[in-house]
């Protein structure tokens, strides 16, 4: 099996091993990516508690030292003057809450360095260590595996499978036929139309160049049955196994109507087919 697909901003012939190797290739950036930007965060946060749980055992003096300032400036540079805090720290000092101060609220504090330089860990090891990048994206595969998969839908046989008709992969829907007087066909299921209430906006069928129009939009009936076109009657036939509906104009052109494959009929409709008689166009 081979595909065309664009890989390394470059259109590339792949195989099915190359297209799972490149999968893999995405996730193992993905996942890398993915771990710096939290890894970086993580030692933000970690900077953070440190000055806190700093500021928590000096917490009177620093109190003190906050009272004793003019104004919020003064308190920040007085803190990383007297306490060697940085400028994010001091700030998250001035900017924590007085119930922090509680025995309670200290304890989080200290639990959740603890919990953050555990991950750092975690995440210093999955980008220093291939292994465990793998391992990672293993675990994540299985995961979307677990939640997403179902039973396969198709049958594997060996050997061969006999005649096959590409046409009984089609479905049998009702679709609305549009034809354009310079010879453009469309096909359009019936569910796609809908009833058109006083001050509603119908549905566009066809989009046109200029001086063209629409020629003809017929129903497409069920197969057992008749249908009627502007220039003459339609009946129904068998050519080469298969039902189509086919027609002759008033001036004898003739076609078969498929309406799987409609865009073949428009040479025969507008005369474009001088032999006459029947033909599978479909």
């Not at 063209?212 to 050519?239: N, P, Y």
């Amino acid at each position: 099996m081979n595909i065309l697909a664009i890989h390394n901003v470059r259109p590339s012939v792949m195989g099915l091993l190359d297209m799972r190797q490149a999968f893999l290739d995405f996730r193992e950036e993905v996942v890398t990516r993915r771990s710096i930007f939290e890894l970086r965060k993580a030692r933000d946060r970690v900077h953070i508690l440190e000055g806190l749980l700093k500021a928590l055992q000096h917490i009177d003096e620093i109190v003190a030292l906050i009272k004793a300032s003019a104004n919020v400036n003064e308190a920040r540079t007085s803190l990383m003057e007297r306490f060697a805090f940085t400028e994010v720290q001091a700030q998250a000092i001035l900017d924590m809450r007085l119930q922090r101060l509680t025995g309670l609220e200290r304890e989080k504090i200290a639990d959740e360095h603890k919990t953050l330089m555990k991950e750092i860990h975690r995440l210093e090891l999955i980008l220093s260590d291939r292994k465990e990048l793998l391992k990672v994206i293993r675990s994540e595969l299985l995961q979307i595996s677990e939640a997403y998969s179902d039973e396969r839908r198709t049958v594997i046989l060996k050997g061969t499978i006999g005649d096959f008709n590409v046409e009984d992969l089609i479905p049998d829907e009702k679709m609305v036929v549009t034809i354009t007087k310079k010879g453009y066909m469309k096909r359009t299921e019936i569910d796609k139309y809908r009833t058109q209430k006083r001050g509603g906006v119908g549905v566009k069928g066809a989009a046109m160049g200029e001086e063209d129009f629409i020629f003809s939009r017929r129903k497409q009936m069920d197969a057992a049955q008749q249908a009627m076109f502007d220039k003459g009657l339609a009946t129904r036939k068998e050519v080469m196994g298969e039902d189509f509906v086919a027609f002759r104009d008033s001036a004898g052109r003739v076609g078969l109507l498929d309406s799987h494959c409609p865009h073949r009929l428009a040479d025969l409709y507008f005369g474009r087919n001088e032999e006459g008689g029947w033909e599978d166009y479909c």
